[in-house]
Nanobody, 123 residues
């Protein structure tokens, strides 16, 4: 089993940037497909991005494609989400998650979750 802790959230103006980090312990992140999800108040959990174990391939939600970038540093046991050109609709709690299987946009496929970090984008 792997434990995940997100950090890097905060308040940013529209058009600004944040970099979220997901630090893993228990098992190395190289053992898992990793993903980022988000949940805004009153909304369902939403897929954001996922990355392969190797870090060579990634897939993004249409709403963030071209603005966000997921990456991983397996040597540091950390996954990142670089968030650029932020919009107010990006405001949400962002969750890091680990998946025993292949790339997936479905939250139900991810067995391990962090506690979340709040991202607030002002207009």
């Amino acid at each position: 089993q792997v434990q995940l802790v997100e950090s890097g959230g905060g308040l940013v103006q529209a058009g600004g940037s944040l970099r979220l980090s997901c630090a893993a312990s228990g098992r190395t992140v190289s053992s898992y497909t990793m993903g980022w999800f988000r949940q805004a108040p009153g909304k369902e959990r939403e897929f954001v991005a996922t990355i392969t174990r190797s870090g060579f391939s990634a897939y993004y939600a249409d709403s963030v494609k071209g603005r966000f970038a997921i990456s991983r540093d397996n040597a540091k046991n950390t996954v990142y989400l670089q968030m650029n050109s932020l919009k107010p609709e990006d405001t949400a709690v962002y969750y890091c998650a680990a998946n025993d299987g292949p790339l997936s946009i479905r939250s139900s496929e991810y067995a391990y979750w962090g506690q979340g970090t709040q991202v607030t984008v002002s207009s």
